[in-house]
């Protein structure tokens, strides 16, 4: 195969001029300062969203002047709609119009921006995923520029991240709900730390987030129905090959091969907009990669990771490669997630999850305890909405299967903190300072040198890592404002009722004390997962949904509608809607992937088998029929609860089981005849590629 596209080079020396135009297609900072300062303004206006009110106009004319020097003469609003994940490109939603006005009098066009195209604008909302919240006779949908995240600049096209809702207000995106969920994890948070001597103006959630994918051959890609429609290989025998060397992770990033300058040129146009793509690395499957970028607020980086996944996709195929961002795209070798890195700091910069800096502070030594203990008791009361987060398609194949924490919601702390906060339970709080611990490697080319006290647990869904807790079990193709809008709004919960029982009288050590002894069930530093272990945890009660759909259906209970409704995040309403929405996309999801392996049976494995001479052809042909059955059932079904559990018996029993049966044909069919893509032909770029040697001597 020919893995590179003409004209790609390997950079030589590396010099910081290549990089000095990092971040000028995103306005903000420097940036916007020099063009808002043309019309009088700076980039301090950008901070208070109130310049929608009495600046926009400002602002429009700065970014058009940017726009242009850049040429882009195109805007849009863009938005994150509903169930987008596996399925939309990009997952996001978007009307480009030219920044232009037609005179046709004169016939002549000039360029035409105003305040009130950049901070509204109206879409079709029936046409999107909406769970009932919209109808084609009841279809407005309204967009809204979203303050906290600024302006990028792509190709000829200027993107407005916006908020996308109903005539009435409803939610009908990704973004509404999680600015809900800052607001109220802010006000909560403040109010909490004002009780313990400490004001700050606001809050906010950082987060990082890592993204593992997979590239393969685009030629090989075209082999595979179901990778090209589903993102995942529905059958396939094992190469004689996998994982079981660990010799693909961390392993040298080759120049033989398209990935290298494919991750290059992602990090260079993702540099470009001010996305700080900062580290690379194999993965440990075959084929699968990581990219990392440094931390920043919750809607900054879950935009950012979105046109992340988008520009890893678009400039793939440049390089003749695929990207699959899908969970689970082979069977037997690690599938992919995307670690979500949580934090809160104040609007002076402070991490209230680092010990250190938020007692210096705050000069309360407790404080850092008390938020531990709130967020304990968030994970251990609400571990089914942080299932129900990570409850996306793909993620059924990796929960529990030794490469993703299983589906069973605990914390690690480690013991240092644990013991840390043992003490504070038993009423000895204090100052926590973690420890370290020196190794002496017993050679004098390398000095002893400083460790943390705690090693890192892989295992668990939801580690403390120093500074930040990393929910680990997210899937690698999600948006992940669910996941952040469910974290931040246990969390200001639980710092609203800590408020609500100090201002009622109770010491903030008594209250933390409390939390901490009703909760610590949900504290575990085992190996989650050893199977004795996870007996343990639920023995213990700690949250455990195996399944995704039934995951999916816990934002219809009771204690969770009436969570979302008390911190004003969704109403009744839009939980019912958001869990149909889900269910959909689930059955959605499973019906594509039935039909796809009905088509690859009767166009490729059988056709393959006949010709050969071999092979289980009846079982085949009845495989078919019991495909087209478990599909009419589920469109038979009432509702999308219903259909969601007809799915995923079909595609977590009956279709694995059909699966073998394919996979025993493809081991007995000659290879000249097996007229679908292999996973040796699919997985292994090292050894099956063809690099021109001209390309590294010109």
Known sequence: MASRVAGTATRGMASIEPYEDYGKHLFTGAVADEYLAKHGASAALLKDPTWTQHSADTVAAAVLDWAVDNGANVYCHWFQPMASSGVRHGQTGQVQNMMMEFCREEGKIKFDFKGKDLIKGETDGSSYPNGGLRATHTAGGYLA??????????????????????????????????????????????????????????????????????????????????????GR????????????????????????????????EIQE???????????????????????????????????QNIWVMQIIEEVAARHGLAAL????????????????NWSIGTN??????????????????????????????????????????????????????????????????????????EGFKNGTGGAYNPETKTLDLGTSSVLPFEVPAEDRNRTSPFPYGGARFEFRAVGSSQNVSMVNTVLNTITAEKFGEFADKIEAGASPADVAKEALNAHWKVIFNGNNYDEACQQELTDRGVWRIDSGV?????????KNIALFEKMKIFSEEECVARAAILHDHYSGTVEMEALTLIDMINQHIIPSCKAGGVGPLADLEAAVGTLKSAVAEIHAAESSYEKA?????????????IRET??????VVPANLWTLATYKELLFLDSHVDAPVSEFYD
């Not at 392993?251 to 290059?264: E, F, K």
């Not at 039934?550 to 009771?558: D, G, H, M, P, Q």
């Open 145 to 230: 520029v979203d303050t906290s995240s600024p302006i990028f600049l792509r190709g000829d096209t200027i993107f407005i991240p916006s908020t996308f809702v109903s005539y009435y207000g409803a939610a009908l995106d990704e973004k509404t709900p999680l600015l809900r969920a800052n607001e109220a994890l802010s006000k909560n948070g403040t109010r909490l730390l004002k009780l313990l001597g400490y004001e700050v103006d606001s809050l906010q959630a950082n987060i990082g987030l890592e993204q593992e994918i997979f590239l393969i051959p685009r030629d090989q890609y075209y082999r595979r129905p179901d990778i090209q429609l589903t």
């Open 233 to 264: 290989t529905v059958i396939g025998k094992n190469a004689p090959r996998g994982q079981e060397m660990c010799d693909h992770y961390m392993a040298p990033l080759s120049s033989a091969t398209a990935a290298l300058d494919c991750m290059r």
């Open 269 to 303: 146009e993702c540099w470009k907009m001010g996305i700080p793509l900062k580290t690379r690395h194999r993965e440990v499957a075959p084929n699968q990669f990581e990219f990392a970028p440094l931390f920043g607020t919750n809607t900054t980086q879950i935009d």
């Open 325 to 340: 961002l899908q969970e689970k795209p082979f069977n037997d070798v690690n599938g992919s997630g995307k670690h979500n």
């Open 348 to 421: 002076t910069g402070i991490n209230l999850l680092n010990p250190g800096q938020v007692s210096k502070a705050s000069g309360n030594d407790e404080l850092f305890g008390i938020v531990m203990a709130a967020i304990v008791s968030a994970v251990d009361t609400h571990g089914d909405l942080m299932r129900m987060a990570i409850a996306s398609p793909g993620n059924d194949f990796r929960l529990g299967a030794c490469e993703a924490p299983p589906a069973i919601v605990s914390t690690y702390l480690g013991e240092d903190m644990t013991s840390y906060l």
């Open 550 to 558: 039934e995951a999916i259906n816990t934002l219809v209970s009771e």
């Open 645 to 657: 559990q007809l799915s995923r018996v079909l595609r977590l029993e009956t279709m694995i089981d």
């Open 662 to 667: 394919c996979d025993a044909a493809e081991e």
